[in-house]
């Protein structure tokens, strides 16, 4: 009976096992005749991100949802290679595209720790997934991911399969693919990468968003070590090197540096203009597109606006802390609660957030985002010492534990407690004969408000329109020796457009009959006035339409002339511009060219230029009389300062609004206009005798100088028809012997001893008690 009962159940358990194995071959096949066509990866066609680039080709911004640089197998090094068969599938070359070996080896790791601690997956496997499969973890997925490895082991060569992996896998940060990654963490090239930081990235597929060492570095590295640990089993790498390559830190770079240079409003302008052709497609087609903006320019601009900015800011005193952290929120976790807190603050380029440990009037301790602690200590702490006080006064913040400040590194490498400036700030150059831009930085920081103030921010020019006005006199019969009276104005509401007007001088101060171009040099608001009445309103209104500007933003009122309309910095870019080449017309532009994913040219821009059918808006003996006037400014006027820069050829001028809350300076050389402006985005006072000289002519200078260092001194020479003479600079009178020579058009050019009545031009005769 036993042995009848052995036999049944036998062959019970045979034909159930023969149907289920049945089932299971006649499931596999049901499965493997629908599962998709391979074409996807025979004609592997991955999405690839809007890039663009500079004049000189390097990467200024990427959009795109999949970050990813398509590589053969043959440009990945082979250590790289080493490090990711080590993590994710040693047994590559050798299985069929399911490793059973590897089957079992995770069954015995899992059981004998009693959890799910190793999968089974290889490498083909994975392509297949991230091909064609979800991630839902039920069987039918998981036997149609074996099948389709199967089918792609029979179909592809392992090389071809590596490749797809190598460039199709998730690592973390928006990149898809090793390339990516190594471009993203470590801002190199696949090429350029080391064991170390291809053991990092070998060790990203497992986890991304918990092992990639931007987010979690202390869990990168522990993955790191586990690479490298698979690397020497598998005798890649010896004892020593082992030792050696575990002692080193994390190699990480900082993803916002990841491109050549910091350029975010440009490629936002960029991609907006992208958008509008391609639609959808510009993010996944691999358009390129190249700028016109220079690596130098954009550098040297980024670098000259944040500087200054900071230093205006230091001069205006700490602040105090940004808000307070509750170290308790995770009870004894306080390292989840930091990291919690630090998660979701942007630090600024190399200023960093960090949450306060311990406070002392002498000391600081403050946890940064990544796990470190640092300590700020003597010279680090002044800047916020009053807030270090042991003695504190009731609603005042102070630096305590928890306390949320910014941290920077000095040039000694010294930690030292810094703040985020108010104060917003914008750069634009362009060269004048064409429009290309070579630099612009629209704020302070493109992170933390992508307000771009170049294109965006309609503000009060002030002073720094009135060579526009004053060109509008040459055109009218004035000349640069013009004599003008510098002396009190009184002007109704009709006359003004608001109420009662009694404008002054900047340093409050008449000084009485002078020559347009003293007062040019000097700013004299009461000259500008009169000269505006003189030419009329109606007039000056229709001539600053030739630079570019929209009347209706220039109401006909007086104040016109102290510049109370409102322009954009690319505005006055392009005004500038006009005297600068000499009286042509031209439109900035930012893209040289656009390219398909193969390189192949799509849209080439071809500028209007000076020397291409660019319109002249003024004559070129207006724009080199006006150009002499402004160079003025720069040798001994409100913008003097400038001639630190050791150069003959610079010219332009200072705007400061009323109450000191827009401050400008507009400038350029011969081939290089350049603005710079700075203001609160909710206009207010940037504070008593914070001048465009003081607070925007520095931003200029410090981009000029290394910009224009090794360019050869330009000549301007004056253009037929303007002719030099002598005249007494007090009376402005041509005199044989006179003491400087003033510049005039042939047919304005005064007797000798011309009388003072006959001097005034034709056109302002009738309106004498306006000029004087």
Avoid at 326 to 346: H, R, S, V
Avoid at 718 to 723: A, E
Avoid at 730 to 739: C, L
Wanted: hydrophobic share 40%.
């Amino acid at each position: 009976m036993f042995a009848r009962w052995l036999y049944y159940s036998f062959v019970t358990l045979s034909a159930l096992g023969l149907i289920g194995v049945l089932l299971a071959g006649f499931a596999g096949l049901v499965i493997y005749s629908n599962l998709p066509s391979l074409d996807t990866l025979t004609d592997y066609r991955p999405k690839i991100p809007l890039r663009i680039y500079s004049e000189e080709g390097q990467m200024i911004g990427e959009f795109g949802a999949e970050r990813r640089n398509v590589v053969s197998i043959s440009e990945v090094p082979e250590h790289l290679k080493q490090a990711i068969l080590a993590a994710e599938d040693d047994r590559f070359y050798e299985h069929g595209g399911v490793d059973y070996l590897g089957v079992l080896r995770a069954a015995y790791s899992n059981f004998s720790a009693g959890s799910v601690r190793q999968g089974a997956s290889t490498i083909t496997m994975q392509v297949a997934r991230n091909f064609f499969l979800t991630r839902e973890k039920t069987l039918t997925r998981k036997l149609s991911e074996a099948l389709l490895a199967f089918k792609i082991e029979h179909s592809l060569s392992k090389d071809k399969i590596l490749e797809l992996y190598v460039n199709q896998i998730y690592l973390g940060h928006r990149s898809y693919g090793f390339a990516a990654a190594a471009h993203t963490y470590f801002g190199k090239s696949l090429q350029e990468i080391n064991m170390v930081e291809a053991a990092m990235l070998a060790g990203l597929p497992k986890a991304p968003s918990s092992y990639n060492p931007i987010s979690n570095p202390k869990r990168a590295k522990s993955r790191q070590l586990y690479v490298l640990g698979r690397l020497h089993k598998l005798n890649y790498i010896s004892n020593e090197e082992l030792s050696d390559l575990e002692k080193q830190p994390v190699p990480v770079k900082k993803q916002s540096s990841a491109f050549a240079m910091r350029a975010e409003y440009v490629a936002e302008m960029v991609r907006q203009v992208i958008y509008d052709r391609y639609q959808e497609e510009t993010y996944d087609k691999g358009i390129k597109v190249y700028t016109t903006l220079r690596q130098l320019d954009q550098e040297a601009a980024y670098q000259a606006l944040r500087k200054n900015v900071i230093e205006y800011d230091r001069r205006r005193g700490y602040r105090g802390p940004e808000a307070y952290i509750d170290l308790m929120k995770y009870g004894g976790n306080q390292e989840k609660t930091l990291d919690d807190a630090l998660d979701e603050i942007n630090d600024s380029d190399d200023i960093y957030a960090a949450v306060v440990i311990t406070a002392k009037p002498n000391s600081v301790q403050a946890y940064k985002k990544g796990g470190e602690v640092i300590e700020i200590t003597g010279d680090g702490l002044k800047f916020a010492q009053k807030f270090l006080a042991e003695k504190k006064d009731p609603g005042k913040k102070y630096i305590t534990p928890g306390a949320l400040i910014r941290v920077q590194k000095n040039q000694k490498h010294v930690w030292h407690i810094v703040q985020l400036p108010e104060i917003e700030a914008a750069l634009v150059s362009i060269d004048p004969n064409d429009g290309a831009i070579r630099a612009l930085i629209g704020g302070f920081d493109f992170y933390k408000n992508q307000f771009n103030h170049v294109t965006q921010a309609w503000r009060q020019p002030g002073s720094s329109f009135k060579p526009f006005i004053y060109s509008a006199a040459l055109e009218k019969g004035f000349t640069p020796a013009t004599i003008i009276n510098d002396a009190p104005l009184s002007f109704s509401a009709t006359q003004t457009g608001s109420q009662l007007w009694e404008p002054k001088n900047f340093d409050g101060k008449f000084e009485g009959p002078m020559r347009m171009r003293t007062a040019l040099t000097k700013s004299k608001n009461l000259v500008s006035i009169r000269i505006l009445q003189a030419i009329g309103i109606q007039y000056a209104q229709d001539y600053i339409t030739r630079f570019g500007f929209d009347a209706s933003r220039h109401p006909p009122y007086l104040p016109m002339a102290l510049g109370s309309g409102s322009v954009t910095p690319m505005q006055m870019a392009a005004g500038y511009a006009v005297f600068a080449n000499g009286g042509f017309r031209i439109a900035p532009y930012f893209i040289k060219k656009i390219e398909d994913e193969k390189g192949n040219v799509i849209e080439q821009f071809q500028p209007v230029s000076v020397t291409n059918g660019a319109k002249r808006v003024i004559d070129p003996r207006n724009a080199f009389i006006m150009t002499s006037m402004m160079q003025d400014v720069v040798n001994q006027g409100t913008a003097v300062k400038a001639k630190q820069l050791g150069r003959t050829d610079l010219a332009g001028k200072t705007g400061t609004t009323s109450n000191f809350i827009d401050a400008w300076f507009c400038g350029f050389q011969k081939d290089l206009v350049t603005i710079a402006w700075t203001g609160y985005d909710e206009p207010k006072s940037l504070g008593n005798n914070e001048t465009g000289g003081r607070v925007a002519l520095p931003i200029w200078m410090d981009y000029m100088g290394p910009v224009l260092k090794g360019v050869a001194m330009a000549e301007y020479k004056p253009p037929n028809g303007v002719v030099a003479a002598r005249i007494n600079s007090a009376t402005g009178f041509r005199e044989s012997g006179g003491d400087m020579t003033e510049y005039f058009l042939s047919e304005q050019l005064p007797p000798l001893n011309e009388n003072p009545v006959e001097h005034t031009p034709k056109v302002t005769r009738d309106l004498q008690d306006q000029l004087f």
